[in-house]
């Protein structure tokens, strides 16, 4: 029996988790994307001092007009980067530019757009408001506050309050390891002029994106003929130094498929066959420490077993919290009629309405040999497997291909 999708999912998932990744101190530089390893607790109040929001000048609020107008003598300057701040009494004023410290005792700054200088005093009006303009210190993250968890996928805001904090890096997981063989007697290099029912390597070049999409560059990047011998020895070899090995091609029932034997073989089949289209017939096993997924060599398929299965179990290896994805849905623009009970990954555009709903429109090509049908869609939208006739208007759930969000 084949496994439904939820199921390879969920086992996939395990299979991730089982085979996490180890850790490693990484620098700032290379931080955007990397999934923390350590929770990130800021050891400082930031801002770490009380400062000004806006040019200006610095006064006790409590001497602020009541009514009329007020007049404070300048007392000095303190600029974002002084040394120290100026001392000022009763009366007084300081004038300050964003980010300076507030002199101690000062709590509201006055901008410089309402004050009027008159010789060495300023004049502030009655409208001002006591603590306005100040940014008092820990305003955006406390000392001791869990900024972010283990597990989160470091975005480049993330990683600036890292520095804001003073980190100069993070302890994270390591990027997977990762081989990529392409398989097939029909293959030629893009590049080199095909003969008699050859055609070029594509997934060579989808697969390979979608790594660097997660930050993984493969090693090695193979071509490998439907040659058992070749084959296995690829397998074997990069089984001893990868933690992950993605093929595509060789996995389907007909008589150059190879894959499913050299897995047995060399190690074991975690489960083979899915009820999904397209790419039935994903399989997914394990040699040695390496988990192994052949992917179905149509161009769509292999994208689609990748979104579906390959990129969860990437993250779940990096003990990411999100592997299993955000779940994003969308209304259906157009009835979907579905005549078999696998789930169907369909390949759709997403426009959002006016009253900011998503609405789904699959597109017309659905082959799974046809890469137009995802290079013009946004989504492949999911369709279960018992459901066979979906209205219009049906809310479905949908996985975002690159660059949809
Ligand atoms: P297979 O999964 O090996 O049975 O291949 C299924 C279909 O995908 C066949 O039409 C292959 O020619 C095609 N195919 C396999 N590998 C690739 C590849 N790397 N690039 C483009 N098409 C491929
Ligand atoms: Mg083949």
């Known amino acids: 029996m084949h496994l439904s999708v939820d199921d390879a999912r969920r086992r996939a998932l395990d299979l991730g988790l089982a085979a996490r990744v180890g850790t490693e101190s990484v ?33 006790r609020g409590a001497e ?13 300057t303190v600029l974002a980067g002084a040394s120290a701040a100026p001392a000022f009494g009763d009366g007084e004023c300081v004038r300050i530019t964003t980010g300076a410290p507030l002199p101690p ?32 210190a820990g305003e955006d993250y406390h000392a001791g506050d869990v900024a972010f968890k283990k597990g989160t ?4 805001a993330q990683v600036a309050v890292l520095a804001a904090a003073g980190r100069t890096g993070a302890i994270v997981a390591q990027r997977p390891r990762v081989a990529l063989f392409v398989t097939g007697d029909e293959l030629v290099p893009s590049g080199e002029p095909l003969g008699f029912g050859q055609i070029h390597d594509s997934n060579r070049y ?39 090995l993605l093929s595509s091609g060789g996995v389907s029932a007909g008589e150059a498929d190879l894959l499913p034997g050299i897995v047995a073989d060399l190690g074991t089949i975690h489960f083979w066959k ?28 292999t994208i689609a077993t990748f979104l579906v299965l390959v990129r969860p179990v990437l993250l779940a290896m990096q003990r990411a919290t999100n592997a299993a994805g955000r779940v994003w849905r969308a209304r259906l623009a157009a009835p979907v009629l579905k005549k078999h009970d696998r789930c169907e990954f369909l390949r759709a555009r997403i426009d959002m309405r006016e009253d900011a709903t998503l609405w789904a429109t699959p597109m017309q090509k659905q082959g799974s040999g046809m890469l137009r049908g995802v ?11 018992n459901a066979h006739e979906l209205a219009q208007g049906s809310v479905v759930d949908l996985l975002p291909l690159p660059g949809l969000f």
């Open 274 to 301: 899915v009820r999904m289209r397209p790419g039935m017939p994903l399989l997914c096993g394990q040699i040695g420490g390496a988990l192994v997924f052949g992917l179905p060599g149509n161009p769509v398929s």
């Open 206 to 244: 989808s697969l390979g994106g979608l790594l660097r999409g997660l930050g993984i560059e493969a090693h090695p990047v193979m071509h490998l003929r439907d040659d058992p011998v070749r084959l296995r020895a690829a397998f074997r070899n990069a089984a001893d130094h990868c933690d992950l």
């Open 64 to 76: 602020l007009p009541t009514s009329g107008e007020g007049r404070f003598r300048l007392a000095g």
């Open 105 to 136: 005792g000062a709590d509201t700054v006055v901008i410089k757009e309402n004050v009027t200088i008159d010789g060495d005093s300023i004049v502030i009006r009655s409208s001002e408001r006591a603590g306005a303009n100040v940014r008092p």
């Open 27 to 59: 620098e700032l530089d290379r931080l955007g994307g990397r999934i923390l390893a350590e929770d990130i607790v800021v050891p400082d109040d930031l801002p770490p001092f009380a400062n000004s929001a806006m040019d200006g000048y610095a006064v």
């Open 153 to 156: 996928a470091l975005s480049p």
């Open 375 to 385: 290079v013009d869609a946004d989504a492949l939208i999911m369709i279960p497997e």
